[in-house]
């Protein structure tokens, strides 16, 4: 297992992890300048704040502090009406900012995250999800762009993503690339797998070729928000260095992504302070 103590040369911050400073959104090309600062090597940057900075703009500030991608975040939503025409583009995205993958959160029951269901049939969202990844494998495939599909906490099964566990992430992948070709794999995020009874049995089963995004943060007890409350690594209860050391025994070798949504207490301060948070705890807690 990697030392992670005295530098954070592994260190990827996820840009949702400041998106707001004091409450106000902080833009994009400052937050990158903000990381090039703090000696940060890499990032993973969101569309919306990609799309708020202008693409060139983006792809020019990166290639101007030498920062690298740990991942596009995100394609999927396979669910939705627009799916196809959304990650086509999400594509050509993550290819023109160099990611390493795109991270995809596959979407659930159509409508419900505007809180207006169109149906109540789970495992028909999944067959969508299941094609839907199967044909932008083909796409991306061609432009050489890995896909990893995050399952997400099954808290979200309704509105966000119908994949839940790392289990049904790699049946998935092994169905569509039974060859394990690099081309399709898994995001692993301690926040949505720590409480999985089969977290390192299926780590295992992943192994190195289809683990191709790690993911940090904690889970705070209590949590008051499903989606934007989660906690800075050490603050809740995941064992993040288990988790890690389970991921890096299988091979894994990329940066470590600090990805936080915290609307009341991290969202609420200084960016910097943020930042400088996460390079602390990312050493000590990681
Ligand atoms: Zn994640």
Excluded at 58 to 72: C, F, P, V
Excluded at 186 to 191: E, F, G, K, N, S
Excluded at 235 to 259: F, K, L, N, T, W
Aim: some cysteine; hydrophobic content about 40%.
């Amino acid at each position: 297992m990697r030392d992670f103590s005295r530098d954070h040369r592994w260190l990827s911050i996820n840009t949702a992890t400041v998106r707001k400073q004091r409450g106000q959104d902080w833009p994009l090309l400052q937050i990158l300048d903000a990381c090039a600062a703090r000696d940060i090597r890499a990032v993973s940057p969101w569309r919306d704040q990609v799309a708020a900075a202008g693409l060139q703009a983006t792809a020019r500030k990166l290639r101007e502090h030498g920062l690298k991608l740990s991942g596009y975040c995100r394609g999927g939503m396979f669910t939705d009406d627009d799916a196809t025409e959304q990650n086509l583009r999400a594509l050509d995205e993550a290819c023109e900012l160099n990611a390493p993958c795109l991270v995809l959160v596959v979407g659930a029951l159509p409508g419900a995250l505007n809180g207006q269901a169109q149906h109540k049939d789970i495992a028909s969202a999944r067959a969508v999800v299941r094609d839907g990844i199967a044909t932008l494998l083909e796409r991306a495939r061609e432009r050489g762009m890995p896909l990893a599909i995050e399952p997400l906490h099954p808290m979200f099964a309704a509105d966000r993503a119908c994949i839940n566990t790392l289990e049904q992430a790699l049946d998935v992948c092994d169905e569509l690339d039974p060859a394990r070709s690099g081309a399709l794999g898994v995001a692993v995020d301690v926040y949505h797998v720590w409480w999985d009874p089969k977290l390192y049995a299926m780590i295992e089963r992943a192994g190195g070729r289809r683990i191709l995004a790690f993911h940090v943060c904690d889970w705070l007890t209590p949590t008051t928000d499903l989606l934007n409350d989660r906690g800075m690594m050490g603050d809740g209860v995941i064992d993040i260095p288990r988790i890690r050391a389970a991921v890096e025994a299988q091979g894994y070798a990329g940066y470590s992504e600090v990805e936080i949504f915290s609307m009341h207490n991290w969202w609420q301060r200084d960016g910097g302070e943020t930042l400088d948070t996460c390079i602390h705890r990312h050493q000590r807690c990681v």
